[in-house]
DNA sequence: TGCAACCATTGCACTCCAGCACATAACTGG
DNA sequence: CCAGTTATGTGCTGGAGTGCAATGGTTGCA
């Protein structure tokens, strides 16, 4: 149970959040992944979802290894090691061997793996502009500053690549030779 | 094709949105898809995606028949069939005749189908509560308004992707007083 | 040197989903 | 009644993911 936190005397500063802001972002969560999930959808031809979890992981943590990566998917490290199979010879991953300790591979994107990726996200930035465009201006003003709070508090930072895909409550994974 | 709005003349109320806008819907977007994530990968021992993008369609649409499953899925109707025979003897869905026409199905959601939505809707809320709890009531207050017109205007989206994961599951956004 | 731990890979079996072709049943309109 | 359409079901094939068991290579340590 992470859900803690619902005991205000945990945070001092919150109080009980009405049932209106909790609506309210339950709605505004359902056109937003609808959003995130067209921009998956737009892939579906090229990539797996698991492939597709993959790339988004090592895009936004760096190369990885094969148990780093089963690790963050939660499977077993034979499925790591076959979907990285199938995304080596897609052409969108680049596998190689680790000098330093010849047990692990480093796991990178090749240029189409990246390029896949932002390709996702452009068009997931697209599409949020297109709904903010059919808002006004003034239901607009102030809109930014609030979203960043919620996404502070949900623990997000503004820096992170887009990992926010996030198929699964990822756990934390270590990254090779740390 | 209604995807076209960022046309300033189609919408002449809506300048155009700034960089920081995009980012914090962009910001939000991942932690709100992590909460929506978690409370799908939350069923994941009992029913598959697919099946869950099944549930999730007729509890907001109401019974359906399997043509009807089959695009909004956008999927072959005999995997429709094949899907909804799995729910069926999981004691998830309940499949009666169309007495006004025999060709139709009606399928349903059983009392425990129902609940597994509810579940999932129990759990997506209580993670975006948590999320609220931890803000101050200053950073929260006038969040609501702004998401829900974020929502209203998300509302216009083509729905080609609504269910591309079956995430939608709430009714079509209804902003209170709106 | 020997042993334990770690990493990656392969074989095997299984489930699920996908599309296609085809068959069956039911309705529609003549 | 007959022909055409619609809705559903079934057999088939293929692909992808998953876990388990076992193997071989590598490293670290006593």
Redesign the pocket.
Same mark, same amino acid.
Do not use: F
């Given at each position: 149970m992470q859900t803690s936190g619902t005991n205000p005397t945990d945070h001092p500063e919150g109080s009980e959040p009405s049932d209106d802001d909790i609506a309210a972002v339950m709605v505004a969560a359902r056109a937003i992944v609808a959003i995130t999930a067209q921009s998956v959808a737009a892939l579906d031809d090229q990539v /797996?979802?698991?492939?597709l979890r993959v790339l988004v992981m090592i895009a936004s943590r760096g190369p990885l *290894? #094969?148990?780093?990566v089963?690790h963050g998917?939660?499977?077993? =490290? =034979? *499925?790591? /090691?076959?979907?990285?199979?199938?995304l080596v010879t897609s052409g969108l991953l680049h596998?190689s061997d680790n000098p330093?300790?010849?047990?692990? #591979?480093v796991l990178e994107l090749t240029t189409a793996g990246r390029g896949l990726v932002d390709t996702m996200n452009r068009g997931r930035r697209a599409a949020i502009k297109d709904v903010l465009a059919r808002m006004t201006s003034s239901r607009r003003r102030g809109l930014a500053p609030k979203l960043y709070s919620f996404a502070e508090a949900a623990g997000e930072l503004p820096d992170t690549g887009a990992w926010a895909l996030g198929w699964t409550t990822e756990n934390p994974v270590r990254p090779?030779g740390g």
């Open positions: /797996t979802l698991p492939q *290894n #094969l148990a780093a089963a998917l939660d499977v077993h =490290s =034979s *499925n790591a /090691t076959r979907v990285c199979d199938k596998r330093d300790d010849r047990r692990n #591979l090779p």
